[in-house]
């Protein structure tokens, strides 16, 4: 079992930066997929990214393509999302989730943290 904390949310201009951390507890982090997902007011919770064991694969929605870059460090049981050029549109509540498998599916994901809040001014 794993268990996940986000860090790094905030208010930020649009055309700014900033950077989330996922950071999980147990030994076997570099055993599992992680992924970012996010969740407005009044919407679907929704695929971001995505990232295999090694950080050697990933996966985006073409919403966010070219603009956010997830990673891993294993040795320091921790995931980023490194978001650029943010919009107002991507103002949400970001989560990390762990999972087996390399899947966009939010059904799939086991363990979740409790998300931290991006909020994007025009």
């Known amino acids: 079992q794993v268990q996940l904390v986000e860090s790094g949310g905030g208010l930020v201009q649009a055309g700014g930066s900033l950077r989330l951390s996922c950071a999980a507890s147990?030994?076997?982090?570099?055993?599992?997929?992680m992924a970012w997902f996010r969740q407005a007011p009044g919407k679907e919770r929704e695929f971001v990214a995505v990232?295999?064991?090694?950080?050697?694969?990933?996966s985006y929605a073409d919403s966010v393509k070219g603009r956010f870059t997830i990673s891993r460090d294993n040795a320091k049981n921790t995931v980023y999302l490194q978001m650029n050029s943010l919009k107002p549109e991507d103002t949400a509540v970001y989560y990390c989730?762990?999972?087996?498998?390399?899947?966009?599916?939010?059904?799939?994901?086991?363990?979740w943290g409790q998300g931290t809040q991006v909020t994007v001014s025009s």
């Open positions: 989730a762990a999972d087996s498998s390399f899947t966009r599916i939010v059904g799939n994901y086991d363990y």
């Open positions: 147990g030994p076997t982090f570099s055993r599992y997929i």
């Open positions: 990232i295999s064991w090694t950080g050697g694969r990933t």
